[in-house]
């Protein structure tokens, strides 16, 4: 089985962002930068899958400059039981939106034949949710978004997903294209031995060229980054006891809020 | 001047809400700038979804009636919203960031090469559409343009409000031009969630515990207050991750996003993380025995107390206006 996990480097979520007004490009200088946490559900399933099946082969990719990803995917990735890593890295995809970022993506996989494409459901710094189930529909591929669980079977696989109200049970042939949440596995963490091993797996790298594409352009633009819309200030509700505080509450919400 | 196009998801019968707040917000932008809303919609069995499209503003209706649309299936709602598309030219596609929205938006702007935004919380026309949203865990706002023919654009439930200012929408129907045999990936049962548990995307009302509330033992406390509510019931990682609730309950960057007329975090900190899933509430209520907590940074009431003497209280007080 051939697996390929695509993960991106995103700025940890602790990292401060104050703005006083609208800007037009956001300062990154200060971000740690770290992997996207729901690529790591990726990450984990693909090994996860490897172990079990005792045999295949797991290539990671990723699309953002070799100097910055490196450890990532060292430390995340190959340390952790992935076998080799294709990492685009082309300055012309500075700021490329989904769709190109897919475009590119569908381009390094079409190298291989794979039998399973894994991706995170989201990045969690642009939210997006779009980019792994966009390169299912450039590779021709099907997908299933957002599984809570997975089971394979010979040349198909049955993926849950949760719903509104529900779990809606997919049943897909392979090659597929699946996006991995929370609640599938519980990633594991990279071994200091492992690490120094992972220093020797193979990485590539290459750009848009080597590919044997454009760069393609994006389809969307960020205008401006704007503070969030500033909430009320907080009503503090004191009273001489904590039922007192909670009959007042309800009534606020009642007659003032107007919510219940 | 656009023509838009708001997709009106049904689900297991039920019409999303979020396809008549998508329609109210579409309508004030034809109002403002000229252009049509239109509503499509893609059912099996008979459909009665014009009264209430027109109500809430859309010009037309364009529905298209297949036995496949029984039960959703990525690659089919794909191929008939690409016809419609292709056929009828909107310049802007709306579908709502639910479950199914988030599946198909993707898939079909991939289809359309359409720029493609997800999980709006404001849409405004300057000489093209501006599309704004949350990034960064909701720490800022991006206005994002499009370029292209059409965009496909994801709106977050509840991000915007009803209206019912609209009269009688024109019916019409489309051809979906499906191909069955496209269909790889299929949705082979749907397991449906216990009677009476209400989904937290969708609620009006969220109650949400951390861990304040010191054991998996007491998050019925939190449940008997969502119960008095008539709310969902959240949770934050700490609890979930220490396996006091299921993870379907968790809200926040690693869980879901809701954005509920009210958010009660009880014994809840506020670490951004959290914030990142509910902070678009349109009223938040904060319990937490620490004055000094960062949940009361973006809450609208507080009550800095135990949850233990406060929750048992607020439920009952709940309960008395409820009965009214
Ligand atoms: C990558 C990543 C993703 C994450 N994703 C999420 C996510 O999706 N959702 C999420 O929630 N978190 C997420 N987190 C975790 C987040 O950072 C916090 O650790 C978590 O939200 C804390 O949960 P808590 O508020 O329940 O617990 P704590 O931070 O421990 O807070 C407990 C609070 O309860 C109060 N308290 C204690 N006893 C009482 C009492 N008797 N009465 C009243 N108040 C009391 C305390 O004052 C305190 O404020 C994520 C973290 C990371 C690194």
């Known amino acids: 089985m051939k697996i390929a996990v695509c993960v991106k480097q995103v700025p940890d979520s602790e990292s401060r962002i104050n703005l006083s007004g609208p800007v037009p490009e956001l300062d990154t200088s200060s971000f740690t930068m770290i992997i996207n946490p729901y690529d790591q559900y990726a990450v984990e399933e693909a090994v996860k899958i490897k172990e079990k099946l005792g045999d295949g082969e797991i290539t990671v990719v990723t699309v953002g400059a070799e100097a910055r990803v490196r450890e990532m995917i060292k430390k995340d990735c190959l340390a952790v039981g ?61 997908h299933v978004g957002y599984i809570g669980d997975l089971e394979l079977k010979d040349g198909a696989l049955t993926a849950k997903r949760e719903i509104e109200g529900g779990v809606e049970v997919v049943d897909s042939p392979t090659p597929c ?59 503090m509700i004191d009273a001489e006891d904590p039922a007192a505080a909670a009959r007042e509450l309800a009534r606020a919400l009642h007659e003032d809020a107007k919510i219940i | 001047m656009p023509n838009i196009a708001v997709f009106i998801e049904q689900r297991a019968g039920q019409i999303k809400k979020v396809a008549w707040q998508m329609l109210s917000e579409a309508r004030k932008l034809t109002d403002a700038h000229g252009g049509e809303v239109w509503g499509v919609h893609l059912h099996a069995a008979s459909c009665n979804v014009n009264e209430d499209a027109g109500k809430h503003g859309a010009h037309k209706v364009f529905t298209a009636e297949a036995a496949e649309f029984d039960r959703y299936d990525s690659e089919l709602w794909t191929q ?40 709006a919380v404001g849409l405004s026309w300057d000489g093209g559409l501006v599309v704004r949203r949350p990034v960064f865990a909701g720490k800022c706002y991006a206005d994002v343009a499009t370029r292209g023919d059409v965009a496909v654009v994801g709106i977050r439930p509840n991000a915007f409000a009803l209206a019912e200012t609209g009269g009688a929408a024109e019916a019409a129907t489309f051809s979906p031009g499906l191909d069955a045999g496209a269909a790889k990936a299929k949705v082979s049962a749907v397991e449906t969630a216990a009677a009476g548990q209400i989904s937290l995307t969708e609620a009006e009302v969220v109650v949400s515990g951390g861990r304040g509330i010191k054991g998996p033992e007491n998050y019925a406390m939190i449940e008997k207050l969502a119960e008095a509510f008539g709310a969902a019931s959240g949770a934050s990682r700490a609890i979930v991750d220490a396996g006091w609730v299921d993870y379907s309950h968790q809200v926040g960057q690693t869980g879901k996003t809701v954005a509920p007329n009210l958010y009660v ?44 003497e406060v929750l048992p209280a607020l439920t009952e007080a709940v309960q008395e206006i409820k009965k009214g």
């Open chain 2, 265 to 308: 975090a009880c014994g809840i900190s506020g670490a951004i993380q959290h914030l990142a899933g509910m902070s678009s509430s349109k009223c938040i209520v904060a319990i937490n025995k620490d004055a000094a907590a960062p949940i009361f940074k973006v809450a609208d009431y507080g009550i800095a107390g135990d949850v233990f």
């Open chain 2, 80 to 119: 008939a919203m690409a016809a419609f598309i292709n056929e009828h030219k909107p310049d802007v596609v709306l579908v709502g960031s639910t479950a199914m929205g988030k599946d198909l938006a993707p898939r079909l702007a991939a289809r359309l090469k359409a720029a493609c935004v997800s999980d």
């Open chain 1, 82 to 142: 992935c076998d080799k890593a294709v990492v685009v890295d082309d300055a012309a995809l500075a700021g490329a939106d989904s769709f190109a970022v897919a475009q590119v993506l569908a381009a390094a996989l079409k190298r291989e034949q794979f039998d399973l494409v894994l991706f995170g459901i989201k990045a969690i710094d642009d939210d997006a949710s779009q980019v792994g189930i966009m390169t299912a529909e450039l590779l021709g591929m099907p």
């Open chain 1, 177 to 235: 294209v699946l996006t991995c949440g929370k609640g599938l596995n519980e990633p594991r963490l990279p071994s200091l031995p492992n690490i120094m091993k992972a220093g020797m797996k193979p990485v590539e790298v290459l750009d848009c060229a080597g590919l044997g594409v454009e760069v393609p352009a994006s389809l969307t633009e960020v205008k401006q980054f704007a503070p969030p819309p500033p909430r009320g200030e907080c009503t």
